[in-house]
């Protein structure tokens, strides 16, 4: 808890129901007013002190944006999740978000999360007819060494059940189920689905397990992870031992977040619409219109390659550099300063010399004026 009574949102664990709850029910963040150079000077120590802390927090929550490509996966979700109205006698089609890190799938289907949560709850009340919690959602994130067991505490974990602590592997599923129905459940997200090893044994164990939940619990499972193509998620059982799998591809809907590209103008009107979107959040004293969308957009583009988990990071760092540093405005001296995650770094030689050599652009041509 903060000092004003307020949750602190920066101390969450997702995988627990309490604090699922408070990411729902929390606020709009506020953000900072923009001070200029007069004003901020005439701030005393307290008062800057709690304005820069108010700006940390800030840059460091600049998201969640409407890209298109977060609408659009918002879109599909809905239309999943709202025809999945099926009887419980009937299955339920699956969902699996399938894309290279650093393209906010996470951050993307959080967002749906707390929208669905809250509309479920507006709808038909925080508690059930026969007096249980409501929740609508119920969120798993899976490790390196997940097995059928450890899925089950896992989703027990996220309730708090006493029993997940000495049930074996088998009770531990029936009393998830147990869970799932009395609190009507209706979206599943099981998250970095990657780290399950799909054809080992384990892997093959919760595979199945997974077409347990779908056949007994009625809920949308939304799987997310990196490669799960590659992994053998949706394979149809031509090669060996892939014939466990086929029914889980056969009832499940894949869907991407694919990356910023300018070699479209489309694509590169998308990036700058997220430039100046950013724009618009960034709370640095000589912070300007242009400043990232005109001055900055292709060494952003490069610095990125287009993915937004890495554009968050480098704006956020930079952000807290320039507050820390005074320099209150964002430049390529400063960004140049600024680490940014090693995939991001690894892949920006090539693109920074394609862009430097005018055979790229992240700038959509400009509309004329028609006289």
């Not at 026969?130 to 450890?150: A, F, I, Q, S, Y």
């Not at 060494?299 to 554009?311: C, D, E, K, Q, V």
């Not at 704006?315 to 995939?343: F, H, M, P, W, Y």
Request: aromatic share 6%; net charge positive; charged share 25%.
């Amino acid at each position: 808890m903060s000092t004003d009574g307020a949750v602190d949102l920066g101390n969450l664990a997702l995988s627990r129901k309490e604090d699922f709850q408070a990411f729902v029910d929390a606020p709009r963040r506020p953000q900072p007013e923009r001070l200029n150079r007069n004003e901020l000077k005439v701030l005393d120590q307290q008062a800057r002190s709690a304005y820069d802390q108010a700006r940390r927090q800030w840059h460091a929550n600049l998201g969640p944006i409407r890209t298109p490509q977060l609408a659009s996966l918002h879109e599909d979700l809905w239309d999943i999740v709202d025809s999945n109205q099926q009887d419980g006698d009937k299955t339920k089609g699956a969902v699996a978000i399938d894309a290279f890190p650093g393209l906010g799938k996470t951050t993307a289907v959080l967002a749906f999360a707390r929208e669905f949560h809250r509309r479920e709850i507006a709808e038909h009340g925080a508690f059930t007819e026969r007096g249980h919690e409501r929740w609508p959602v119920c969120r798993v994130g899976l490790t390196g060494n997940t097995g059928m067991k450890d899925l089950n505490r896992a989703m027990l974990e996220f309730f708090g059940h006493p029993g997940r602590h000495t049930s074996t592997a088998a009770q531990l599923g029936l009393q998830a189920l147990d869970c799932m129905l009395l609190c009507e459940v209706r979206l599943l997200i099981l998250d970095d689905l990657h780290f399950l090893k799909w054809r080992r044994t384990s892997g093959i164990e919760v595979s199945n397990h997974l077409k347990w939940i779908a056949n007994e619990f009625p809920v949308t499972l939304v799987k997310v992870g990196v490669g799960l193509a590659d992994k053998g998620l949706f394979s149809e059982g031509e090669r060996g031992g892939d014939t466990a799998l086929a029914q889980t591809g056969r009832r499940t809907t894949r869907l991407d977040m694919p990356p910023f590209t300018i070699d479209t103008e489309q694509g590169r009107r998308h990036w700058r619409q997220l430039l100046l979107a950013l724009e618009q959040r960034i709370v640095l004293t000589d912070a300007c219109p242009g400043m990232l969308a005109d001055d900055l957009s292709d060494y952003l583009f490069a610095r990125s390659t287009g993915h937004i988990g890495s554009l968050m990071t480098l704006i956020n760092r930079g952000c807290q550099r320039a507050v820390r540093t005074g320099a209150e405005r964002l430049s390529k001296e400063l960004l140049d300063q600024v680490r940014n995650d090693a995939a991001a770094e690894h892949a920006r030689t090539e693109l920074e010399y394609a862009l430097q050599a005018g055979k790229a652009t992240s700038r959509p041509r400009r509309k004329q004026t028609v006289r």
